[in-house]
């Protein structure tokens, strides 16, 4: 079970939106920045957020991430049906010794 | 630009050991640390720990310390991940990911994946 909390799929019609929730608490996101990837099966995950809403060069202004408190959100809009993927949220976590964490992934299906 | 090449698939036996390889061209590989990240079959990301190619010093995730080692070769400018004691659940893909910056806690590049089985 992850510590950062993501519903396990949402979907959607093609140009519509979607929004992922991430939730954590103080010892991660809370104090920590959240970036978020895009996983086809079988390729190499893909940053699409950074920094809790900054976007790698590259990566289409559809894709907007938030955060507030402990918890951020992943927003799709426009979407597309190559969109459909795995995503996934992660931060550093303080505790245990510190480590990078991953939310447990939410599948995105366009319908 | 930016590529991750890592070694081909392997297959294991319970107990033994597997060393994955990830190549770095298209940058300084002294720059950035390389991260291992592995998802086993339906399971999502984890988080195995670090490597900085410059110091060779490492940082492990908790649950692995003990059966995990990070190298690096910079001659070659490539780091390796060894995973001791295998056992069935260690099967999954393993990836290689360059940090974004000093600070580790995201990726910006990642290697194809490579799939470590663990069978008897």
């Known amino acids: 079970q992850s510590v950062l909390t993501q519903p396990p799929s949402v979907s959607a019609a093609p140009g519509q939106k979607v929004s992922i929730s991430c939730s954590g608490s103080?010892?991660?996101?809370?104090?920590?920045?959240v970036s978020w990837y895009q996983h086809v099966p079988g390729t190499a995950p893909k940053l699409l957020i950074f920094d809790n809403r900054h976007r790698p060069s590259g990566i289409p202004d559809r894709f907007s991430g938030s955060k507030s408190g402990t918890s951020a959100t992943l927003v799709i809009t426009g979407l597309q049906t190559g969109d459909e993927a795995d995503y996934y949220c992660?931060?550093?976590?303080?505790?245990?010794?510190?480590?990078?964490?991953f939310g447990g992934g939410t599948k995105v299906t366009v319908l | 630009q930016v590529q991750l090449v890592q070694s081909g698939a392997e297959v294991k036996k319970p107990g033994a050991s597997v060393k994955v390889s990830c190549k770095a061209s298209?940058?300084?590989?002294?720059?950035?640390?390389i991260n291992w990240v592995r998802q086993a079959t339906g399971q999502g990301l984890e988080w195995m720990g670090w490597?900085?190619?410059?110091?060779?010093?490492?940082r492990y995730a908790q649950r692995f310390q003990g059966r995990v080692i990070m190298t690096r070769d910079t001659s070659i400018s490539t780091a390796y991940m060894e995973v001791s004691s295998l056992r069935s659940e260690d099967t999954a893909v393993y990836y290689c990911?360059?940090?974004?910056?000093?600070?580790?806690?995201?990726?910006?590049?990642w290697g194809q994946g490579t799939l470590v089985t663990v069978s008897s």
């Open positions: 992660g931060t550093w976590d303080r505790s245990l010794s510190g480590a990078v964490i």
């Open positions: 490597v900085n190619p410059t110091s060779g010093n490492t």
């Open positions: 103080i010892s991660n996101i809370g104090n920590n920045y």
């Open positions: 298209g940058y300084t590989f002294t720059s950035y640390d």
């Open positions: 990911a360059r940090a974004r910056t000093a600070a580790n806690y995201d990726f910006d590049d």
